[in-house]
């Protein structure tokens, strides 16, 4: 999933590429930019500076997720090349590494995760366009949630007939990212509009007072992951290379770029306004940012480029969170009807689903006047746990199948162990930085699928929870969220 810009598997992107011959390295490395980076560049500034974090804490944790996301892409690049036989990706990656029900539930994770970006988008969309349009507010009331409702639907209808995303949307996106982005670094640095004291007092003093350095760095974590989701899709393309040699080489120049870009608008924001500033900027804060480095034609560059891309980029997710489901249950993992396709051959049951599924948290958002941020905070810790099963998975591969490393990958087998036990350090990492309130409604969320597990089990006649591990992994999900009801009720916890 390309959580903050488009489709990373399945028919999105890839779609288009097919069409396109081999592709040399500069244009695989163009792809891979393409399909990491997104609508989060748009808010990143405003977002790290709200969790209360100084400039040296923020810069502290991009340097760890520098090295966390590394680990994780050569992670799902190792393993396409290991295990190419395993056609579901994450689902099928967790599934051979440690059974069925936690392969379910890294493919749940997964499909969840991609509906809550899609109801992060929405939100930020309406947030974009409430800049032209101030009926929609921050983008979380009435007008909004029906503009996103209308928005699905007619997405869903048009995958239910076999469409699935044109070239022309896709430059669309591309277009619509790349110009803002370049536009908008260029014009503070050319300027001059970077003010070195403001920076200097932003690396010292963060929007909130009292917090330790250690809880500054791990707040802006989920920033950091959010802004990256799509990184196991970056390798899907590597069977468009000319030359195997330069997919490993254009993954990595692809990541450093894209760190770049995150590095230097994170960077230049702090020398633009105080983070106290920052912190009360609606989203998308590079908007504000821009507006008071050149004016009110910055805000209106950087939000008519949100909504460009991101009205592409929900077309994009339509397809991935129907493909998902859908793939999983081809494979035996979910309930027999989400594998049914139309005449048009469009998973139809999954679409419908999907979005019924949508507008309740559309409806969620409404009442609780839960915001774009919270849903992407979601979206960002439900993929967690399939990056730490891959990761695991790729760190089981290395330390018990050295032998298959022999012929597919250039790279000595120690420093790809090295590569997985960090990626499994990180992944566990951001499931602690993403805090008791993250925990309790992921749990919740978790729950359903046991029971949609068992009725795909039972469909098949196939045994279910046969193994301790799989038992103890329900019981904690089940008693996790059970707790968690419970805060929620007594207002210990709310959303």
Known sequence: MAASGTVATGSGALHDLEHHGKLGIFRLVASVITLILGAGVFTL??????????????????????????????????????????????????????????????????????????????????????????????????????????????YAFLVSRGVKEAAGVNLIITISKFVPIFVALTAIIFFQKFDVSIFMENMAHGSVEGMSFFEQVSGTMMVTIWVFLGIEGAVAISGRAKKDSDVGKATVIAFVCVLTIYLLVSTLSMGVMPLSELSELSNPALAGVMERAVGPWGATLINGGVVLSLVGAMLGYTVLSAECPYEAAAQGGFVKAFARVNKKGAPIVTLVVTNLIIEMFLVIMLFSESTYQ??????????????????????????????????????????????????????????????????????ILYAPGILVYIKGKKERNQPFLENTLDRVVAAIILIA???????????????
């Open 45 to 154: 500034s405003g977002d790290q500076a709200a969790h209360g974090a100084n400039g040296a804490a923020i810069l502290t944790a991009w340097g760890i997720s520098a090295v966390g996301v590394l680990c994780l892409v050569m992670t799902f690049f190792a393993l396409s090349r290991l295990k190419p036989q395993l056609k579901g990706g994450i689902y099928s990656y967790a599934a051979a590494g440690f059974g069925d029900f936690l392969g379910f539930n890294s493919a749940w994770g997964y499909w969840i995760s991609a509906i809550l970006c899609t109801v992060s988008f929405s939100a930020l969309l309406c947030g974009a366009l409430s800049y032209f349009f101030p009926v929609f507010g921050t983008g979380n009331n009435l007008a909004s949630v029906i503009v996103a409702s209308c928005i699905i639907w007619f």
């Open 374 to 443: 919270f849903f992407y905070a979601l979206s960002a810790g439900m993929i967690l746990l399939p990056y730490l099963l891959s990761a695991a998975y790729f760190a089981k591969v290395a330390f018990t199948e050295a032998g298959s490393f022999k012929g597919k990958l250039g790279v000595p087998v120690p420093v790809w162990r090295v590569f997985a036990v960090f990626g499994v350090i990180y992944s566990v990492f951001l499931a602690w930085a993403s805090g008791a309130v993250g925990v309790t409604l992921m749990s």
């Open 481 to 495: 969220a059970i707790v968690s009801i419970g805060l929620l009720v007594t207002g210990t916890v709310s959303i």
